[in-house]
């Protein structure tokens, strides 16, 4: 798993679609619980939301090292597995 960092995060409009507020999404990303590099060259950060709600979000990462938020959502239960254990 990758180390949470602190970015600028450009949240692109398909990551509003559920009505997630930026802040959260920037939240969720910079304090992740679960990072995970997917197939399709996206990275799945799972962290919560300033309220501690579980969120789910999708990023690119850009030749440049820019990131940008292409997906945010409540968390689906499917993603539980890649949770840290207690």
Request: hydrophobic share 40%.
């Amino acid at each position: 798993m990758r180390r949470n960092f602190r970015s600028t995060i450009i949240i692109q409009a398909s990551a509003r679609k559920h009505g997630i507020a930026d802040p959260d999404i920037e939240h969720a990303v910079n304090h992740a619980m679960s990072i995970d590099d997917r197939d399709n060259g996206t990275r799945l950060y799972l962290g919560s939301a300033r309220n501690a709600e579980l969120l789910e979000v999708a990023t690119i990462i850009h030749s440049d090292g820019a990131v940008s938020a292409i997906h945010a959502m409540k968390m689906r239960p499917k993603y539980r597995r890649l949770l840290p254990r207690e």
